[in-house]
């Protein structure tokens, strides 16, 4: 099992509608959790990140943490074509100071 | 500022050839990393520098090694290039060593190929 999982997608999108992004993580130590963007051929660029259970707003993203179930989520509300990119999620750990990436969930926003 | 800058872009080796990428930040980062990214893989951590004069191991450290030249400049090498070490490394820096808020900037990625 890997420690960060996330749907490969493609996630399909109308332009306008909520695009919705799960990852799951498997270690329960994990503290803080961050949604990167990456555009095709591109470097990763931070989203927003999360630490306490919950929802955090910015924007037009949402970003949802449930620790008991160790979940967490990205929302992106009226989803434009240039939010077609593949999303990674990561958790971090303090000890054994790791930051691990999901395998990427890629969006397409159709027009 | 140029933020995080990698060199070369892209670069073909031959089985059992050296290489060194480098990585350079100019905003004063004290931690630095080296990612590689396979299709579907995610990010996976090869290497880190908590700080100048630092480093570690991270999930992926066989074949390379790294070298921290100042706070400014973490390498990369190859000693002897095979096959599966194609991929797409990125070098990232964040401000202080491993913070729960620390974000990473990433600089644009050497494209790596071994035949």
């Known amino acids: 099992q890997k420690e960060v999982e996330q749907n490969s997608g493609p996630l399909s999108v109308p332009e306008g509608a909520i695009a919705s992004l799960n990852c799951t993580y498997s270690d329960r130590g994990s503290q803080s959790f961050f949604w990167y963007r990456q555009y095709s051929g591109k470097s990763p660029e931070l989203i927003m990140f999360i630490y306490s259970n919950g929802d955090k707003e910015d924007g037009r993203f949402t970003a949802q943490l449930n620790k008991a179930s160790q979940y967490v989520s990205l929302l992106i509300r009226d989803s434009q074509p240039s939010d077609s990119a593949t999303y990674l999620c990561?958790?971090?750990?303090?000890?054994?100071?790791?930051?691990?990436f999901g395998g990427g969930t890629r969006v397409l926003v159709k027009p | 500022n140029a933020g995080v800058t990698q060199t070369p872009k892209f670069q073909v080796l031959k089985t059992g050839q050296s290489m060194t990428l480098q990585c350079a930040q100019d905003m004063n980062h004290n931690s630095m990393y080296w990612y590689r990214q396979d299709p579907g893989m995610g990010l996976r951590l090869i290497y880190y520098?908590?700080?100048?004069?630092?480093?570690d191991k991270g999930e992926v450290p066989n074949g390379y090694n790294v070298s921290r030249l100042n706070k400014r400049e973490f390498s990369l090498r190859l000693e002897s290039a095979a096959p599966s070490q194609t991929s797409v490394y990125f070098c990232?820096?964040?401000?202080?060593?491993?913070?729960?808020?620390?974000?990473?900037?990433f600089g644009p990625g050497t494209r790596l190929t071994v035949l």
């Open positions: 990561a958790a971090f750990k303090a000890a054994g100071n790791k930051l691990t």
């Open positions: 990232a820096s964040s401000a202080g060593s491993w913070s729960s808020y620390n974000e990473q900037f």
């Open positions: 520098s908590a700080s100048e004069g630092t480093t």
